[in-house]
């Protein structure tokens, strides 16, 4: 370990540029707060507690957020499974002002966004959008067979 005049500490580094250099693997059993001097919360508005708390943005190449199996949502393709139908979904976006199994805007502002939670939610979404897409290219094909039929009727008188 070395302390330079400046006060930078090195672990494993001898010139750091620095207040803490580490050059190796570090353990924390606390809570680490990074970017601010006053006092940032490492809850959020609904009192959740963690474990890092970063005041700004985060730069990654690549996240992964664990899930518990079960989780994802691919149980909208099996045949029991209950699809909320057009009209049903646009009384309800009226209602809530959002999609079904997610957040409205006033609880993401109070409580944050979970990632995990949205994410899942966000991919059932979009499966029962292809579902819905799926039966109405079932329909445009079964009103198209419809229609030569009805025209073959007609050319014929």
Same mark, same amino acid.
């Given at each position: 370990m *070395?302390?330079?005049q400046? &006060?930078?500490?090195g672990?494993?580094?001898?010139?750091?540029?620095?207040?803490?250099?580490v050059?190796?693997?570090?353990?924390? *059993?606390g809570?680490?707060?990074? &970017?601010?001097?006053s006092?940032f919360?490492v809850t959020? %508005?609904? &009192?959740?507690a963690?474990?890092l708390?970063? !005041?700004?943005?985060?730069?990654?190449?690549?996240?992964t957020?664990e899930?518990?199996?079960?989780?994802?949502? =691919?149980?909208?393709?099996?045949e029991?499974y =209950? $699809?909320?139908?057009?009209?049903k979904?646009?009384?309800? $976006? %009226?209602?809530y002002k959002?999609?079904p199994?997610?957040s409205?805007?006033?609880?993401?502002?109070q409580? &944050?966004? !979970?990632?995990?939670?949205? *994410?899942i939610a966000?991919?059932?979404?979009? !499966? =029962?959008?292809? $579902?819905?897409?799926i039966?109405?290219?079932?329909?445009?094909?079964q009103?198209?067979?419809e229609?030569?039929? $009805?025209?073959?009727?007609?050319?014929?008188k």
């Amino acid at each position: 370990m *070395t302390i330079d005049q400046f &006060g930078n500490v090195g672990i494993g580094s001898f010139d750091s540029n620095y207040k803490l250099d580490v050059n190796g693997t570090a353990h924390f *059993t606390g809570k680490v707060n990074i &970017g601010s001097t006053s006092n940032f919360s490492v809850t959020n %508005g609904n &009192g959740a507690a963690y474990y890092l708390a970063v !005041e700004g943005g985060i730069l990654s190449q690549e996240l992964t957020v664990e899930l518990s199996v079960g989780n994802w949502p =691919d149980f909208v393709f099996e045949e029991d499974y =209950d $699809l909320m139908t057009l009209p049903k979904l646009k009384t309800y $976006l %009226g209602t809530y002002k959002h999609l079904p199994n997610t957040s409205s805007a006033a609880k993401i502002e109070q409580e &944050g966004l !979970e990632l995990k939670s949205m *994410t899942i939610a966000q991919q059932q979404n979009i !499966e =029962d959008i292809y $579902l819905h897409l799926i039966q109405l290219n079932e329909r445009i094909t079964q009103l198209e067979t419809e229609n030569k039929t $009805l025209k073959k009727v007609l050319n014929k008188k």
